[in-house]
């Protein structure tokens, strides 16, 4: 299981920073963003079942989020500072960009940059240079300048659907199957009607609206309810990881076939499934595992960290190390010193207060 997050993030990567060796795409950013929040909505309900199994005590519900909170924003924020340091240096324009806003508009930017909570509505947002007012528009890259632009941490938007999932997340896993069956309907129903009707089948609309972002976290929720099912189905652990590691590597060569009315390809549909098919039979098999547990904690510092990486390649002393493989490198070794002097001390305070509270 964490080998998998761990390609999933270096996905992300090369859709951002170059291709591995110039060569190898792996499924690409968009598909491995909406496979992490399959991943995330299983792992938020076993979590929720089990750990904070009280969250209808209000108290519990504050140490759930605030124990997200902890998972997300140390990390976040360190590689924040460095990212502004970066820029000072090298990227002055993009930091003087801000003067162009009016005051709301940038103490909204300025919040959203520090606390990442509504990072995903900016890619609905133009700029209005006249006055400095943000208005919405239905393409941002009709925009100019664009507003993602502003975000220091440009991928930190999909931690602010993240962020919308764990405050709703509580009340979720308590309601019956029926019903998150039928949520997933009415989501599946909104993104089609969104695509095909509106005629919104373009970034952001395709994979930022949290309404329709929705679907893939309650898919994990009714995978982990499944769980001891699709355990028990028998399937090989080491053949299912050989296929879905396969499959992520090789995406980008599978023809894609369009479905009629339905806004995703025939291909992205069984890799979808496939994902939420593995999930709690890798989880299973691997949970016990420290080297794949270690290799799985490196996914969130990869995927936070390698646009960072990525700007401090650009500068002409390291231009020869602006390639996808190096960033990739850099981005994997600066992952492990993240884990190792931030992840890992704040994951034994978040599980010393999980502990606390069940004995207060």
Known sequence: MGLLRFLLAISVVTAHCGLLFGKIEFVGGEMAVQSFFIISGFYMSLVLDGKYSATSNFKQYKLFISNRLLRLYPVYWLVLCLTIIVFAINYQSKLSNFNLLNLPALLYLIFTNIFIFFQDIILFLGINVSNGCLYFTSNFQNANPQLHHFLLIPQGWSLGIELLFYLIAPILVKQK???????????????????????????????????????????????????????????????????????????????????????????????????????????????????????????????????????????????????????????????????????EPIEKLRQSRIKQSKTN
């Open 177 to 343: 199957t029926k019903l998150i069956v039928w949520l997933i309907l009415f989501s599946l129903l909104l993104r089609i009607y969104i695509y095909q009707f509106l005629q919104l089948n373009h970034d952001p609309w395709t994979y930022r609206f949290f309404p329709t972002e929705l679907v893939f976290f309650l898919i994990g929720i009714i995978v982990q309810r499944q769980s001891n099912t699709l355990i028990n189905l028998g399937i090989n652990e080491s053949a299912l990881l050989i296929i879905i590691g396969l499959m992520t590597f090789l995406y980008a060569l599978f023809p894609s076939v369009d479905l009629y009315y339905f806004p995703f390809s025939l291909k992205s549909i069984i890799y979808f499934g496939l994902i939420a098919l593995s999930i709690p039979i890798l989880f299973d098999r691997f949970k016990d595992q420290t080297i794949d547990r270690k290799i799985g904690e490196l996914s969130y510092p990869i995927y936070i960290s390698h646009m960072f990486v990525y700007f401090f390649t650009r500068h002409p002393l390291f231009s020869q190390f602006n390639s996808g493989s190096f960033v990739i490198l850099f981005t994997i070794i600066f992952s492990m010193v993240l884990v190792k002097y931030i992840s």
